[in-house]
């Protein structure tokens, strides 16, 4: 009777301290998964808050950062005036996107913080931005390069081209008008690379009212060629 009373006995602690243990296991797995997803969401409610970032360099000097993202730096080299970049410099990012790092570096003029004048940007990819900036964005006269070979000549407002403008397409085609919002849109000519031409009026980056000019045949026709 003892022993099958001491073996009754041990099996049932053996069950308890178990289930103890697994619960003690499921608690923890339970606060590290919260823990996670609560430093996701804080994380992720940072990144799109734009705010002044100090530079990795200089603690005490900021640039100013529009999308903010985890595991990114940033250093200056130049000028500070009361806490941020002023002055001509040079400004690095590193950061990472899907996965793989990347850099930006720009070269030029920076105002409470900000890409304020005359500068250029360029990104590991292969574009660049060489023009005028205000307030952190691309406003005024610039050039801008793809890495496949296009390159627009021209005015942007707010970061995009919008007035007059010329863009320069890998394939030798070419567009002269006016721009808005990104797009063609305006009176401009569209000059194919086999000398074929659209003179005319652009809507939403497609020809409206215009007619084409076939070179091979030295004659106009009404609408797009």
């Known amino acids: 009777r003892r022993n099958f ?5 041990n099996t049932t602690e053996r069950k308890f301290g178990n289930l103890r243990t697994m ?3 499921g608690l923890t797995l339970f606060v590290a998964i919260l823990s996670s997803i609560l430093g996701i969401a804080i994380s992720a409610a940072q990144a799109g808050k734009a705010r002044m970032q100090a ?4 603690p005490t000097c900021t640039v100013f950062n529009k999308n903010p993202q985890a595991k990114e730096t940033v250093t200056w080299t ?13 400004e690095q990012w590193k950061y990472f996107r899907l996965g793989e790092p990347q850099t930006e570096t720009y070269v030029g003029e920076m105002r409470a913080g900000k890409r304020h004048g ?7 990819k292969g574009s ?5 900036w205000k307030d952190g964005i691309r406003h005024g006269e610039g050039l801008y390069t793809w890495p496949g070979g296009n390159k627009y000549k021209g005015s942007f407002v707010r970061g995009k081209r919008q007035g007059q403008g010329i863009m320069v397409y890998h394939g030798g ?3 002269k008008g006016a721009w808005v919002n990104g797009d063609k849109h305006g009176h401009g000519i569209f000059v194919y690379r086999n000398g074929d031409q659209i003179h005319g009026e652009f809507k939403n980056d497609k020809p409206s009212a215009v007619k084409c000019y076939i070179k ?3 004659r106009w026709k009404k609408g797009p060629c």
Do not use: M
Not at 55 to 58: E, H, R, S, V
Not at 78 to 90: L, V
Not at 118 to 124: E, H, L
Not at 128 to 132: I, K
């Open 216 to 218: 091979a045949e030295k």
């Open 55 to 58: 530079t990795a360099n200089n």
């Open 5 to 9: 009373s001491t073996f009754l006995l």
């Open 78 to 90: 130049g000028p500070c005036k009361n806490g941020a970049a002023h002055g001509k410099g040079t």
């Open 128 to 132: 660049t931005y060489d023009g005028a």
């Open 173 to 175: 085609s070419k567009y």
């Open 23 to 25: 619960r003690i296991v």
């Open 118 to 124: 005359r500068g250029k940007v360029q990104w590991q």
